[in-house]
């Protein structure tokens, strides 16, 4: 699924699984023929060539040439987008692998993929086997050393196993200390593959005169399957589990280009992504109940009080509107026949006698929520010729990576072109960095929920609304002494709409302008 979503945010079209009746399956982790041949399984220009290279120089390697275009779950892509740049600069590679040797190998002379010393011999493991990466160096004193890694994404390990021979069993004994058959536990799934591999850099490594060999098991920490198998390998010396995680910190560390960002987004974030999606989903949902019941059971309660009640995902709060305590309240009421049946004192005990904290932004909302609640949800005040905007709800928090992201004001804007949601910010400072940042980053999770946002919408107005076009997005900041706005053309430029404010006289009321 985290794939899925990595592949539409990128805008590659989805591709199809050939079942074994020849049928194509529309699949969300397969990318099209078209995207596959264009390197969208690639996270760069460099790693979408090496694999080529890797192709066209293949000889008797086995190389998936489907899995490897274009199945977005494949390990195989994973190992070039993890080592493609060190194929052309190995030694760049040599502080990472001094982290993950814990210095026992601290120089890197070659880095390249899908490699064995010799398929097939008789010296080795006589079979098949190959490191999905192979990385050549040195020791401190110069002594030559190098890793075998098996790159895993979301396999499970469980594939059918191979034909177990004698010199497996050999080279298990020698290895494990121990006397070991063709029925052993290590050569069944899911330690059979995992056990060749191994074998096969202890056998490279005594064969071609090596220091030091090491087999990496290099697969994210949300494998189960792998941090199961790995258990039976923990007191071996010679094999070291690496997680997608820490080696993705140690690119962070080392790495001053950009590709370990995209790395990081495409193989860990994505699922994370999916994750906070649906977590927002469900929130928003949630949202949309409370704000029903706020219609059907509290509607007009509190009338002539300067009381709003907000819906949220575990109940309404009941927030103050007075200029003198705005925004003070309580939330996670649940009991609504409570709230409607013992308002006044409630509202005494929420409202009025918390200690003040009339902030510009809280009096500002405050005032602009007061106003639109008494002209049919109307905030006059921001609405521009020809247009309505109508107030839905306010500090809307929604779960993002990392934290969280919260909503001043949540508005529908309709007018002769067509019908928007908004985001409004309200700020007393004029940080426009992070302003823009702020309301570009919640528009833009309002519009990958739109559907749950306009059934939010929609509930408080009672009412049902036509398409929605992408979300717009406002700035309401301290006026300046300027006819127009200097930042106004700057932010005009980037779709944000900047409104200043100015406080009346008489501290309770506000022009925007």
Same mark, same amino acid.
């Given at each position: 699924?985290?794939?899925?979503?990595?592949?539409?945010?990128?805008?590659?079209?989805?591709?199809?699984?050939?079942?074994?009746?020849?049928?194509?399956?529309?699949?969300?982790?397969?990318?099209?023929?078209?995207?596959?041949?264009?390197?969208?399984? %690639?996270?760069?220009?460099? +790693? &979408? #060539?090496?694999?080529? $290279? /890797?192709?066209?120089?293949?000889?008797? *390697?086995?190389? !998936?040439?489907?899995?490897?275009?274009?199945?977005?779950?494949?390990?195989?892509?994973?190992? %070039?987008?993890?080592?493609? +740049? &060190? #194929?052309?600069?190995? $030694? /760049?590679?040599?502080?990472?692998?001094? *982290?993950?040797? !814990?210095?026992?190998?601290?120089?890197?002379?070659?880095?390249?993929?899908?490699?064995?010393?010799?398929?097939?011999?008789?010296?080795?493991?006589?079979?098949?086997?190959?490191?999905?990466?192979?990385?050549?160096?040195?020791?401190?004193?110069?002594?030559?050393?190098?890793?075998?890694?098996?790159?895993?994404?979301?396999?499970?390990?469980?594939?059918?196993?191979?034909?177990?021979?004698?010199?497996?069993?050999?080279?298990?004994?020698?290895?494990?200390?121990?006397?070991?058959?063709?029925?052993?536990?290590?050569?069944?799934?899911?330690?059979?593959?995992?056990?060749?591999?191994?074998?096969?850099?202890?056998?490279?490594?005594?064969?071609?005169?090596?220091?030091?060999?090491?087999?990496?098991?290099?697969?994210?920490?949300?494998?189960?399957?792998?941090?199961?198998?790995?258990?039976?390998?923990?007191?071996?010396?010679?094999?070291?589990?690496?997680?997608?995680?820490?080696?993705?910190?140690?690119?962070?560390?080392?790495?001053?280009?950009?590709?370990?960002?995209?790395?990081?987004?495409?193989?860990?974030?994505?699922?994370?992504?999916?994750?906070?999606?649906?977590?927002?989903?469900?929130?928003?949902?949630?949202?949309?109940?409370?704000?029903?019941?706020?219609?059907?059971?509290?509607?007009?309660?509190?009338?002539?009080?300067?009381?709003?009640?907000?819906?949220?995902?575990?109940?309404?709060?009941?927030?103050?509107?007075?200029?003198?305590?705005?925004?003070?309240?309580?939330?996670?009421?649940?009991?609504?026949?409570?709230?409607?049946?013992?308002?006044?004192?409630?509202?005494?005990?929420?409202?009025?006698?918390?200690?003040?904290?009339?902030?510009?932004?809280?009096?500002?909302?405050?005032?602009?929520?007061?106003?639109?609640?008494?002209?049919?949800?109307?905030?006059?005040?921001?609405?521009?010729?020809?247009?309505?905007?109508?107030?839905?709800?306010?500090?809307?928090?929604?779960?993002?990576?990392?934290?969280?992201?919260?909503?001043?004001?949540?508005?529908?804007?309709?007018?002769?072109?067509?019908?928007?949601?908004?985001?409004?910010?309200?700020?007393?400072?004029?940080?426009?960095?992070?302003?823009?940042?702020?309301?570009?980053?919640?528009?833009?999770?309002?519009?990958?929920?739109?559907?749950?946002?306009?059934?939010?919408?929609?509930?408080?107005?009672?009412?049902?609304?036509?398409?929605?076009?992408?979300?717009?997005?406002?700035?309401?900041?301290?006026?300046?002494?300027?006819?127009?706005?200097?930042?106004?053309?700057?932010?005009?430029?980037?779709?944000?709409?900047?409104?200043?404010?100015?406080?009346?006289?008489?501290?309770?009321?506000?022009?925007?302008?």
């Amino acid at each position: 699924m985290g794939q899925a979503w990595w592949r539409q945010r990128h805008g590659h079209a989805m591709g199809a699984f050939q079942a074994p009746d020849g049928n194509r399956i529309p699949l969300g982790s397969m990318v099209d023929g078209q995207a596959a041949e264009n390197g969208a399984n %690639f996270i760069s220009e460099q +790693a &979408f #060539a090496a694999a080529q $290279a /890797s192709v066209a120089d293949k000889g008797d *390697a086995l190389i !998936d040439e489907g899995r490897l275009w274009g199945n977005l779950l494949s390990s195989q892509p994973l190992a %070039f987008n993890c080592f493609a +740049a &060190f #194929a052309q600069q190995p $030694a /760049s590679l040599g502080p990472i692998v001094a *982290a993950v040797t !814990d210095g026992g190998m601290v120089a890197v002379s070659r880095v390249c993929f899908e490699y064995s010393p010799g398929r097939g011999e008789a010296r080795y493991t006589g079979d098949w086997s190959a490191y999905d990466v192979y990385v050549e160096g040195s020791t401190a004193d110069g002594r030559p050393t190098f890793l075998g890694i098996e790159v895993k994404y979301h396999e499970d390990l469980h594939g059918k196993p191979a034909r177990i021979t004698s010199r497996h069993c050999e080279l298990a004994s020698e290895l494990l200390g121990r006397g070991v058959t063709a029925d052993d536990p290590c050569f069944r799934p899911p330690q059979e593959q995992l056990t060749r591999d191994r074998l096969l850099v202890h056998a490279h490594a005594r064969a071609d005169g090596f220091a030091r060999g090491w087999f990496v098991l290099l697969a994210p920490e949300s494998n189960e399957a792998c941090k199961a198998a790995i258990a039976a390998w923990q007191d071996d010396p010679g094999f070291i589990a690496l997680t997608l995680e820490d080696f993705t910190d140690l690119l962070d560390q080392h790495v001053a280009a950009e590709w370990p960002r995209a790395l990081r987004e495409r193989y860990l974030d994505a699922p994370r992504q999916i994750d906070a999606h649906l977590q927002r989903e469900h929130h928003l949902s949630e949202v949309t109940t409370w704000a029903a019941r706020i219609r059907d059971e509290l509607s007009g309660i509190g009338a002539g009080c300067p009381v709003y009640f907000r819906p949220s995902s575990n109940g309404v709060a009941m927030i103050s509107l007075d200029p003198q305590r705005p925004q003070l309240g309580e939330g996670g009421l649940r009991d609504l026949r409570r709230i409607a049946q013992a308002f006044p004192a409630l509202f005494e005990h929420y409202c009025m006698r918390g200690p003040a904290r009339p902030t510009p932004e809280k009096c500002l909302q405050s005032w602009l929520i007061a106003g639109a609640l008494a002209r049919g949800r109307r905030l006059l005040p921001l609405e521009e010729k020809g247009e309505e905007l109508l107030f839905i709800t306010d500090e809307l928090p929604l779960p993002a990576m990392p934290g969280g992201v919260v909503c001043d004001l949540l508005a529908v804007q309709r007018s002769t072109a067509g019908c928007s949601l908004m985001v409004i910010e309200l700020k007393s400072q004029r940080a426009m960095t992070r302003l823009v940042e702020q309301v570009t980053g919640y528009a833009a999770l309002v519009d990958e929920h739109l559907p749950a946002f306009a059934g939010l919408a929609e509930t408080v107005l009672g009412e049902k609304l036509p398409d929605l076009d992408h979300t717009l997005r406002t700035i309401v900041w301290p006026a300046t002494t300027h006819a127009t706005d200097p930042r106004a053309a700057e932010l005009a430029a980037l779709g944000i709409r900047c409104i200043g404010y100015t406080t009346a006289d008489d501290g309770r009321s506000f022009q925007l302008t």
